[in-house]
């Protein structure tokens, strides 16, 4: 029996949820969709599951679409890669922003099309140093997709996000760090590590505040500071309502090390 395209591992609350295609470079095909979505239905099911990781296998993180899914015959009709996108990739990159369990990403290696947006659809992102961020899409006549034209001009500012999408350069780890494109670029051998140990630090955090955390950073891009205000106002209202807020405050008087449930 082959190995799945898509494993799930659990340990110390993090769901770590490894993309299995590498000798594809972990591109997607329907089957790898498939896989990710029941590994992210149980790390949001299971209750002592509160972060989790996202990585891929051997030398790259993810080539994006599988292109040897794409081939047309002559004469033949082309795909529907709107379908596509509305089935398989849309669904995806919302799952992952409104998952409520904050989502670390470990790049290891080259992060291409789909699969950079990917990784940027998560919370945290570190990346070793060799790895890079290509938005290949306009090598083959395509527009950047699961959520690339959104993520970049917020990321890194317009001039840069139309370098980036209309040349399809590769950007190092190290640049995409300096531009803010992703969290931190870590040595190679020390990748695994630090997101692990990142992940399992956000795991024994309050993390029913941190899914708040989450949506109030989203709805800002459309809102104007009244609306924000009022949002925060809102879910300040709900956190404070928390276990976890009645533990910190404990903790904080009691000078203790606070023991956090996601409650």
């Not at 033949?76 to 989502?103: C, F, M, Q, S």
Request: charged share 30%; proline share 5%; aromatic share 4%.
């Amino acid at each position: 029996m082959s190995e799945a395209v898509v494993l799930l591992a659990r340990d110390r609350g993090v769901a770590e949820i490894t993309l299995n295609r590498p000798d594809k470079l972990n591109a997607f095909n329907e089957e790898m969709h498939r896989e990710l979505r029941r590994c992210l239905d149980a790390a949001e099911a299971d209750p002592e599951l509160r972060a989790v990781l996202l990585t891929g296998a051997g030398r790259g993180f993810c080539a994006g679409q599988d292109l040897g899914d794409r081939t047309v015959a002559e004469g033949a009709e082309p795909p529907d890669l709107g379908h596509t996108l509305e089935t398989l990739y849309n669904p995806l990159i919302r799952r992952l922003r409104r998952l409520e369990k904050p989502v670390v990403c470990a790049v290891n290696g080259v992060a291409a099309g789909a699969g950079a947006n990917l990784a940027l659809a998560c919370d945290i992102v570190l990346a070793a140093r060799s790895a890079s961020f290509i938005q290949a899409f306009c090598r083959i006549g395509l527009v950047p997709d699961s959520g690339g034209t959104w993520f970049l001009p917020r990321l890194v500012g317009d001039a840069r996000a139309r370098g980036l999408a209309l040349l399809g350069e590769k950007l190092s780890a190290e640049e995409a760090a300096a531009w803010g494109l992703i969290w931190r670029a870590v040595p190679d051998e020390a990748l695994l590590d630090e997101a692990r140990g990142l992940a399992r630090r956000l795991a024994e955090a309050p993390t029913r505040g941190l899914a708040l955390v989450k949506r109030a950073l989203d709805a800002s891009w459309a809102n104007d500071l009244d609306a924000q205000l009022d949002l925060e106002r809102d879910l300040q209202r709900v956190a404070g309502r928390t276990e976890d807020y009645r533990e910190g405050v404990r903790a904080f008087l009691e000078k203790r090390p606070p023991r956090f449930r996601g409650r």
